[in-house]
């Protein structure tokens, strides 16, 4: 198998292993203190690597660099919050909204091309989002809907994670990829701390060590990406990205007993194949 589609495979499996860990650690701990163990994890392993590669950790343009932060501290407190409150499938499909934003979004900010392929591609993203909620107001009050609230939360973590992604591709011109990184736990930790409040839980026994292999996942998720997208096109990258969706639905069937319905499936497929055909067009 070529390296690179190995190395976007491998992404794709740490990044749904972590949600599995996410979820599982989530039944007692807060989503925010899992947010807080991330992001110090992810501290130590940054400054490590700039360490090794000689490279400065302050980059040039550091006001792009802490909003490239902040957006990702939003970003990553919605996409937990939602990963330990809905089934492990819906919320991962709900996530992936993000391309149609991000192109959008890349398109009024950064002058980049506005497509008709991306009105319909977000058109079809967004109703399969209604597919996969079914809120009660459009299907009914005897449908199986989830929660509205935490579904409006996985969109908004999908809507900070395009801005952060926009923000990224201004900043890419300037820094190194190694500093863009190390600015995200740079300011998640000290801004996820005072959202602890006294909801605080002391992790005990094995919760210490799925905290430590949540910031391990994501660290071998990021590096694995960013690697196989350096020598992969990025129309195949992205395709094979969009394994973690696969994975999330093994994973909640096997570890948490979710079955997705009828309706998820369809929904996830439009979220999904809108997705693809977007990042397709801009190759």
């Known amino acids: 198998m070529q390296k690179g ?3 976007m495979i491998l992404s794709a499996f740490a990044f749904s292993v972590m949600t599995v860990l996410v979820k599982l650690v989530g039944e007692r701990l807060p989503s925010q203190e899992i947010v807080v163990a991330r992001a110090f994890v992810s501290l130590v392993l940054s400054w490590g690597l700039l360490r090794r590669a000689g490279i400065s950790p302050w980059g040039t343009n550091r006001r792009w660099l802490w909003i490239r932060g902040g957006l990702g501290f939003a970003g990553l407190s919605c996409v937990y919050g939602a990963v330990t409150h809905l089934p492990l499938a819906e919320a991962t499909v709900l996530q992936y909204l993000h391309p149609p934003l991000t192109a959008i979004l890349a398109g009024v900010f950064l002058g980049e091309a506005i497509t008709k392929r991306l009105f319909v591609a977000t058109g079809l993203s967004l109703c399969g989002v209604l597919l996969v909620a079914r809120p009660t107001f ?14 409006a939360v996985a969109v908004a973590g999908a809507a900070f994670s395009a801005a952060a ?33 006294s909801d605080f839980i002391w992790p005990v026994g094995i919760e210490w060590l799925i905290l430590l292999a949540i910031g391990l996942a994501t660290q071998v998720g990021q590096v694995s990406l960013t690697r196989g997208l350096t020598v992969l096109p990025a129309a195949r990258g992205t395709a094979l990205s969009y394994l973690q969706v696969v994975f999330a639905v093994l994973w909640g069937f096997l570890v948490f007993g979710e079955e997705p319905d009828v309706w998820t499936l369809v929904g996830g497929g439009l979220v999904l194949s809108s997705s693809l055909w977007v990042a397709r067009s801009r190759a």
Do not use: C, N, Q
Request: hydrophobic share 55%; charged share 10%; no cysteine.
């Open 165 to 197: 992604y926009v923000v990224i591709r201004k900043l890419s011109r300037l820094e190194d990829p190694l500093v863009i990184v190390f600015y995200f736990p740079l300011v998640t930790l000290p801004a996820a701390i005072p959202t602890l409040g």
């Open 5 to 7: 589609a190995s190395l």
């Open 138 to 151: 459009l299907f009914g009050v005897g449908t199986h809907s989830l929660d509205p609230f935490w579904v």
